[in-house]
């Protein structure tokens, strides 16, 4: 997933096979963090061929911050591959910016505890309780979407949603 100013670039780029195929637009991930992580590690073709190009490019097409990734997409030419989770944030708030391209990986998050722990079972259950009851899409409808400082954007136009990658990219 990346971030692109609403009017697509010159070049058609609604996924990551044709972000790899082309030479007008660079783009990057955020140095250090689990996006660069994924294409670093990745066994997949696609994902390898952007590696190679990104570390080509070291270390411009890297950044220090999202806000940095952020800027550098608004000024063009660039974009910006990072989490879903904060990819949703950023482009709730900034209406000059637009997702291109659906998930390139899928993660969940967890909670840690020590071997053992009685607590285990009672957060896994407590998760699983919140999930089924729909308490955790509210919450994040409350802190994503419905914070009054989001983006108003008209949901019957089709450029602004996402375009999933194809079955030859679930691995």
Request: overall charge negative; some cysteine; charged content about 25%.
């Amino acid at each position: 997933m990346f971030p692109f100013p609403p009017s697509l670039p010159p070049v058609a780029t609604e996924s990551a096979e044709d972000l790899a195929e082309q030479s007008e637009i660079e783009y990057g991930t955020l140095e250090g963090g689990s996006t660069m992580a994924f294409f670093r590690d990745s066994k997949i073709e696609t994902y390898q061929k952007m590696w190679r190009y990104m570390e080509s490019k070291r270390p411009s097409v890297f950044v220090p911050t999202i806000e940095e990734g952020v800027k550098r997409v608004l000024e063009g030419n660039y974009a910006f591959l990072m989490e879903s989770t904060m990819l949703d944030y950023t482009i709730q708030r900034n209406c000059n910016l637009t997702q291109v391209g659906g998930l390139l990986n899928s993660n969940s998050y967890g909670i840690a505890t020590p071997i053992g722990s009685p607590w285990r079972d009672k957060i896994s259950l407590a998760i699983l309780e919140l999930q089924e009851k729909g308490i955790i899409q509210m919450l994040y409808s409350k802190w994503w979407k419905n914070t009054g400082d989001v983006c108003n954007r008209d949901e019957k136009n089709k450029d602004s949603k996402a375009n999933a990658l194809g079955v030859e990219n679930i691995g």
